[in-house]
Every structure is written in structure tokens, then in C-alpha cells.
């Protein structure tokens, strides 16, 4: 089992950048590969970010590509989202997940965090 908390998240205007944090509880978080979700209101969650746990093999969604920035510390249950030039249109609720090993899917989650990005 893991357990995700997320933090990190406010208010910025245009331009700007925010960093958020994903700590994960449970022995496992260090071969799990994590990824970052967004769901802004009225719209399906969409896949943001994600970074393998073995040689820390990165991808992203093309809107964030170049942007935004995946990362993670295994020595402190911790996987980051580095977030620059934010644009209006990167307002959304983000969550990290972890990847199950047994079903190959993401099955835990963080309860999410507000980015708001302000024009």
C-alpha cells in the first residue's frame, strides 16, 4: 500500500512557477513509478507527467512539454512537479498517483491540490 499527500499548490499569475510536492508513505514508494494528474472543473483528468522509479525515465503530456519538470527523491518518499511559465489554462486540481506493480495501473492517489493560474 502507498499513501500520497500533495502540497505545494496557490494562486500565481501568468508566467510564473510553482513546485509540487508529492510524499508518499509505505515501503514500496521507491519502486513504484509516479505520475502527475490534473482535472480543471468541467473537464476529464488528463495525464500531466510521469517518471519511472528505476532509471528515473521521465514523459509528459505535449501542453506541458518544455515546462514542467518531474523529479523524484526516493530517499525521501518524494516525487516533485516543477511548474514554469504557468499559463491560465494549467488551472486545474493536480494529483499524484502511484503505479500499482500488480495490476500495471495507477491505483493510489493523492487527495489533489488547487493550482490557479491567474491572466
Known amino acids: 500500500q502507498v499513501q500520497l499527500v500533495e502540497s505545494g499548490g496557490g494562486l500565481v499569475q501568468a508566467g510564473g512557477s510553482l513546485r509540487l510536492s508529492c510524499t508518499a508513505s509505505?515501503?514500496?514508494?521507491?519502486?513504484?513509478?509516479m505520475g502527475w494528474f490534473r482535472q480543471a472543473p468541467g473537464k476529464d483528468r488528463e495525464f500531466v507527467a510521469a517518471?519511472?522509479?528505476?532509471?528515473?525515465?521521465?514523459s509528459y503530456a505535449d501542453s506541458v512539454k518544455g515546462r514542467f519538470t518531474i523529479s523524484r527523491d526516493n530517499a525521501k518518499n518524494t516525487a516533485y512537479l516543477q511548474m514554469n511559465s504557468l499559463k491560465p489554462e494549467d488551472t486545474a486540481v493536480y494529483s499524484c498517483?502511484?503505479?500499482?506493480?500488480?495490476?500495471?495501473?495507477?491505483?493510489?492517489w493523492g487527495q489533489g491540490t488547487q493550482v490557479t493560474v491567474s491572466s
Open positions: 498517483a502511484a503505479l500499482s506493480a500488480s495490476t500495471g495501473k495507477y491505483d493510489y
Open positions: 509505505g515501503r514500496t514508494f521507491s519502486r513504484s513509478a
Open positions: 517518471i519511472s522509479w528505476s532509471f528515473g525515465s521521465t
